[in-house]
């Protein structure tokens, strides 16, 4: 029986199970390995569950690089093999396996976000805040060519021994493999697919004639992520501030509009809705519908802005005084600047800040065939595109 091969960094979980095509795969005949390698990397902590995400029973653990070599060698040409494992220090050795036994492998880029670079003026708050994005955007693009290059030529050209992509999928047309960390992913046969979002969207339909009467917020769990302190971070904000904050927009939008705001939970919440807006929280329904049924959607930088564009939904950017204090800062401002509007600091709102943004057809397109599905992507399951490119 074929075998379908996925190795990870982290655990493997049921929602990896559904969106890296596992269910398909099994139903056509194949055997669905998942390979978790942090014990063979010696990272024990990527095994630890994070909130309510814990690894599916069946995944693999290897205990050591000896154990992993085995499983490198069992692998034969009928087998599809999917990386989910980047090149680095700890994984090279890995990589020096693959080459050693010929495996052919397929790596994949979606759910890629416009935080790279500050592509508009007007979503600045200042002129000294552009002009110093766009210098961290430049020495930001000069670092991950530097990164490239040493990849490539570490210990006397050490990089050529290692095994690049086979196939590379990639939602949307804006992936460089000058960014994508795997070795010479530029000798991969490029894959444009729907991404996975996409997909969904698909399924869902149209749903026109419902009237909107909710703006959702899409939470990111930025008070109580688990992630935080599994990297040993500190969250960029306080919870009750941070709630108190939003809760006061909240209502000064549904004044403004008539609309009732929602909260989208984030898969990684700890589950706890803040007394303060419990009655906000929705959990029967999925994000996707969420944003589907929805008239406007709030966020800081989602993924699932991409939800948003698919349904052409008005999106307000939204930051607090101490987010403008952290990192995602750069990250809000570059994804509002795609859409050339600037973010709402609900600390410091003004009478213009509850005004509802236009949604221009050609941005929203744009983005979509940027990060979602390039015009020339294969039409269904990417999992189907890429059994059949493998059993050719």
């Not at 095509?21 to 014990?39: I, T």
């Amino acid at each position: 029986m074929p075998r379908y091969v996925i190795f990870t960094e982290s655990f493997f979980t049921e929602r990896d199970w559904n969106r890296f095509g596992c269910s398909e795969f099994a139903v056509a005949g194949y055997e669905v390995v998942c390979v978790q390698l942090a014990r063979a990397f010696k990272v024990e902590e990527n095994l630890r569950s994070r909130g309510a995400f814990q690894a599916i029973r069946t995944a693999v653990t290897p205990e050591d690089s000896a154990a992993l070599n085995n499983i490198v060698a069992s692998l034969d040409r009928r087998d599809v093999v999917f990386m989910q494992v980047l090149l680095s220090e700890r994984s090279r050795e890995f990589f020096r396996m693959l080459r050693g036994a010929g495996i052919r492998y397929t790596v994949a880029t979606v759910g890629e976000l416009p935080i790279r670079r500050m592509k508009s003026r007007m979503s600045a708050v200042s002129w000294k805040e552009y002009f110093e994005l766009r210098v961290e955007d430049l020495l930001g693009s000069a670092s991950r060519l530097k990164r490239s290059l040493q990849q490539l030529f570490f210990l006397d050209w050490d990089g050529f021994q290692l095994q690049s992509p086979f196939l590379w999928l990639t939602a949307g047309s804006a992936p460089s493999p000058f960014v994508s960390r795997w070795p010479r992913p530029w000798a991969a046969r490029r894959i444009p697919i729907a991404g996975n979002d996409y997909i969904i969207t698909q399924r869902l339909g149209s749903r026109s004639a419902v009237k909107a009467t909710t703006v959702v917020f899409l939470d990111e769990a930025y008070a109580d992520h688990p992630d935080y302190e599994i990297l040993g971070q500190r969250s960029p904000v306080t919870a009750a501030r941070y709630w108190a904050s939003l809760e006061s927009f909240f209502k000064k939008l549904e004044c403004e509009t008539g609309f009732s705001v929602i909260i989208a939970p984030h898969p990684k919440s700890n589950g706890v809705a803040p007394e303060i807006s419990t009655h906000r929280w929705q959990t029967g329904k999925t994000t996707p519908e969420l944003v589907q049924e929805s008239a406007i959607v709030l966020s800081h930088a989602s993924t699932a802005i991409s939800f948003a564009v698919i349904f052409r939904k008005p999106i307000i950017f939204l930051t607090t005084d101490e987010i403008e204090k952290s990192m995602y800062r750069r990250h809000i401002a570059r994804m509002s600047s795609f859409f050339a509007w600037r973010r709402v600091n609900v600390d410091r709102l003004s009478t213009s800040d509850l005004q509802i943004p236009a949604v221009s057809e050609s941005v929203y397109a744009g983005y979509e065939h940027a990060y979602l599905r390039a015009p020339e992507a294969v039409v269904g399951s990417p999992w189907e595109a890429l059994r059949n490119e493998m059993e050719k």
